[in-house]
């Protein structure tokens, strides 16, 4: 992963395993990383020295306020790393 030292990366769904595995990884190369997500998980980002928010991403407005925030901490950003998802699970009704 050459070239990411000193980029700055949103990771949505950043304290879920997928992101937060990413964002443990980008730390190691250098990145400074912003971890989004609709709870926060009790000092997992700052486990690995990253900052994290509690956001809905489907509120708009709020992704917007927390994006003005991330560029006030960590500057611009160069990256976005999706990792967030919704699984609703619902039994498979079959007819005869």
Same mark, same amino acid.
């Given at each position: %992963?050459?070239?990411?030292?000193?980029?700055?990366?949103? $990771? +949505? !769904? !950043?304290? !879920? &395993?997928?992101?937060?595995?990413?964002? =443990?990884?980008? #730390?190691?190369?250098?990145? @400074? #990383? #912003? *971890? /989004?997500?609709?709870?926060? $998980?009790?000092?997992?980002? *700052?486990? $690995? !020295?990253? /900052?994290?928010?509690?956001? &809905? $991403?489907? &509120?708009?407005?709020?992704?917007?306020?927390?994006?003005? @925030?991330? %560029?006030?901490r960590l500057g611009l950003t @160069?990256?976005?790393?999706?990792?967030?998802? /919704?699984?609703?699970? =619902?039994?498979?009704? +079959?007819?005869?």
């Amino acid at each position: %992963m050459r070239g990411l030292f000193e980029k700055a990366v949103i $990771i +949505a !769904g !950043g304290l !879920g &395993d997928l992101g937060f595995a990413s964002g =443990k990884r980008l #730390a190691e190369e250098g990145c @400074s #990383a #912003a *971890l /989004l997500d609709r709870k926060l $998980i009790g000092g997992r980002a *700052l486990s $690995i !020295g990253r /900052l994290s928010w509690e956001v &809905d $991403i489907l &509120d708009e407005s709020a992704i917007q306020n927390v994006c003005e @925030s991330v %560029m006030e901490r960590l500057g611009l950003t @160069s990256i976005l790393l999706n990792a967030a998802a /919704l699984f609703v699970l =619902k039994g498979i009704e +079959a007819t005869s």
